[in-house]
DNA sequence: ACGATTATTGCGTTCTT
DNA sequence: AAGAAAACAATAATCGT
């Protein structure tokens, strides 16, 4: 690894930087993936990435760590590393006069003005505000975020916004990098967040899909019910058991063209009957954005698979 | 008895292959 | 283009209060 890609580098050592303790509650392994790290027994949310776990951002050698300055973050336009004139207070914290506030004030127009070197930078960072703005809609970790903002930045080069709206292709980087991280995210949750049509985010991500050749790898059912049992409020027992119930679907090949989250929502009712969870078709399919039928189907064939 | 939930069936639409 | 899947609708049956 060559200090030429500090930020792939960064991502990585977040994301595997996470806790390998034991589960606290039940003393069951962990799995870390990019916004969480839950416990594989119970389902415990252990952490959700959300703090600063302290980045050794700057370093010269593994050993040497230390903090210099603010991280070099790929989801501003200049990394973060531009000025930022403040106001209304000095060093010292003591306010400042109103001769003194006017000419800051005006310092600060005059830097904003110069901070776009071109117009190719001016939509880097617009598009790279609308990433941050759909990445914290949807409460992504940091360094899915950044990686979407990587990504529009190569888009960008790559010259794939001719014709293209920034807003739609913001939209596609975030679910691109979504896709890359294994997040359970469907374009139905994210294309609602940007401010352009659905269409149009997708046509953006098909086109970054082709032209980048993203390692998306294929969406896996098994990631759909710890979202949908938390969101279900569904106990340990029931989320494990319909966790094995995906399991067994898809060894039986029942899976494949079905709505991924609609399947993922039978097991989940289907594992409340077995347990007598109080747990209705209307709200498990409410919450998978499905109807009462989809889970009525998926049920009975899961019934007919599980002999 | 009543409302809520679940079953059953048919049919036009949307999506996958 | 063909076929499967999901949605919609109408109606019946079941269950708990």
Same mark, same amino acid.
């Given at each position: 690894?060559?200090?030429?890609?500090?930020? &792939? =580098?960064?991502?990585?050592?977040?994301?595997?930087?996470?806790?390998?303790?034991?589960?606290?509650?039940?003393?069951?392994?962990?799995?870390?993936?990019?916004?969480?790290?839950?416990?594989?027994?119970?389902?415990?949310?252990?952490?959700?990435?959300?703090?600063?776990?302290?980045?050794? @951002?700057?370093?010269?050698?593994?050993?040497?760590?230390?903090?210099?300055?603010?991280?070099?973050?790929?989801?501003?336009?200049?990394?973060?590393?531009?000025?930022?004139?403040?106001?209304?207070?000095?060093?010292?914290?003591?306010?400042?006069?109103?001769?003194?506030?006017?000419?800051?004030?005006?310092?600060?127009? &005059?830097?904003?003005?110069?901070?776009?070197?071109?117009?190719?930078?001016?939509?880097?960072?617009?598009?790279?505000?609308?990433?941050?703005?759909?990445?914290?809609?949807?409460? #992504?970790?940091?360094?899915?975020?950044?990686?979407?903002?990587?990504?529009?930045?190569?888009?960008?080069?790559?010259?794939?916004?001719?014709? =293209?709206?920034?807003?739609?292709?913001?939209?596609?980087?975030?679910?691109?990098?979504?896709?890359?991280?294994?997040?359970? @995210? #469907?374009?139905?949750?994210?294309?609602?967040?940007?401010?352009?049509?659905?269409?149009?985010? &997708?046509?953006?991500?098909?086109?970054?899909?082709?032209?980048?050749?993203?390692?998306?790898?294929?969406?896996?059912?098994?990631?759909?019910?710890?979202?949908?049992?938390?969101? #279900?409020?569904?106990?340990?027992?029931?989320?494990?058991?319909?966790?094995?119930?995906?399991?067994?679907?898809?060894?039986?090949?029942?899976?494949?063209?079905?709505?991924?989250?609609?399947?993922?929502?039978?097991?989940?009712?289907?594992?409340?009957?077995?347990?007598?969870?109080?747990?209705?078709?209307?709200?498990?399919?409410?919450?998978?954005?499905?109807?009462?039928?989809?889970?009525?189907?998926?049920?009975?064939?899961?019934?007919?698979?599980?002999?």
């Amino acid at each position: 690894m060559t200090t030429s890609e500090p930020y &792939e =580098r960064a991502f990585d050592e977040d994301i595997q930087r996470g806790t390998t303790e034991p589960c606290p509650e039940c003393g069951g392994p962990v799995r870390t993936n990019s916004a969480e790290t839950v416990c594989a027994d119970c389902g415990l949310i252990i952490d959700e990435q959300s703090i600063d776990r302290g980045p050794e @951002w700057h370093r010269d050698d593994a050993d040497t760590a230390k903090r210099t300055g603010a991280p070099l973050t790929p989801a501003r336009h200049d990394r973060g590393l531009s000025t930022v004139i403040g106001s209304g207070q000095d060093a010292t914290g003591t306010d400042l006069s109103g001769q003194k506030r006017r000419r800051l004030a005006r310092m600060r127009r &005059e830097q904003s003005r110069a901070r776009w070197r071109s117009k190719q930078e001016r939509n880097l960072g617009h598009g790279l505000t609308e990433i941050r703005r759909i990445a914290s809609a949807l409460g #992504l970790a940091d360094s899915v975020r950044d990686q979407a903002c990587q990504l529009f930045r190569t888009a960008q080069n790559e010259r794939l916004l001719k014709g =293209r709206s920034i807003e739609a292709m913001a939209a596609a980087s975030v679910f691109g990098a979504c896709r890359c991280n294994g997040e359970s @995210w #469907l374009i139905d949750d994210v294309a609602p967040m940007a401010q352009v049509g659905q269409n149009r985010v &997708e046509n953006a991500y098909t086109v970054l899909n082709e032209e980048l050749g993203l390692p998306t790898p294929p969406v896996s059912l098994d990631q759909f019910v710890p979202r949908l049992a938390s969101d #279900l409020g569904c106990t340990d027992v029931v989320r494990r058991r319909a966790e094995e119930l995906v399991v067994q679907a898809v060894d039986a090949g029942i899976t494949t063209g079905v709505h991924p989250s609609g399947f993922a929502a039978a097991c989940l009712y289907m594992a409340a009957c077995v347990h007598d969870a109080p747990l209705t078709q209307a709200d498990a399919a409410a919450a998978a954005g499905v109807t009462v039928e989809t889970i009525r189907s998926h049920r009975d064939r899961l019934l007919s698979i599980v002999e």
